[in-house]
């Protein structure tokens, strides 16, 4: 099954407001960008869970917002150091890979879970009580 779930072009929040109307105003509850419908950007995935659809992509939204949120800093300062960006370029730039690995790290989250379930992934097998360190 494919849903779609919906981000801040400009600032890759996930606390977006929209019209359910094509061509409908849209704003950002984080940062103040307004804009149309259309402008948000809009990410498709696939999933299969026996339980509603509307858990996967608010997973999907609320994973990407935590992503950009606690990892935007690092990850900006690791592409700057590899040189994949320039510091005038960041801005911009940065907001397109943080998406794109918001939504591929959602996607992967969601693809073992739908492994665990059907069987293709195999679950880890637990450690023995004994083999445990430094937990009490
Ligand atoms: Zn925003």
């Not at 940062?31 to 149309?36: A, L, N, P």
């Not at 510091?87 to 591929?104: C, F, K, N, S, V």
Request: hydrophobic share 40%; charged share 25%; with cysteine.
């Amino acid at each position: 099954m494919q849903d779609n779930a919906y981000f801040c072009p400009e600032c890759g929040s996930p606390a977006i407001e929209r019209s359910a109307l094509v061509g409908g105003a849209a704003s950002c509850k984080t940062c103040s960008w307004q804009g149309k419908n259309e402008d948000l950007h809009e990410v498709p995935f696939e999933h299969d869970f026996p339980s509603p659809e509307a858990i996967a992509e608010r997973f999907a939204a609320e994973f990407s917002g935590l992503i950009a949120k606690n990892l935007a800093q690092p990850i900006g300062s690791m592409l700057l150091k590899w040189g994949f960006m320039t510091m005038e370029r960041m801005p911009q730039e940065l907001g397109l890979y943080m998406r794109a690995i918001a939504t591929a790290s959602a996607k992967a989250v969601l693809e073992v879970r739908q492994g665990l379930e059907t069987g293709a992934i195999k679950r880890p097998e637990k450690k023995p009580e004994g083999l445990r360190k430094g937990v009490h």
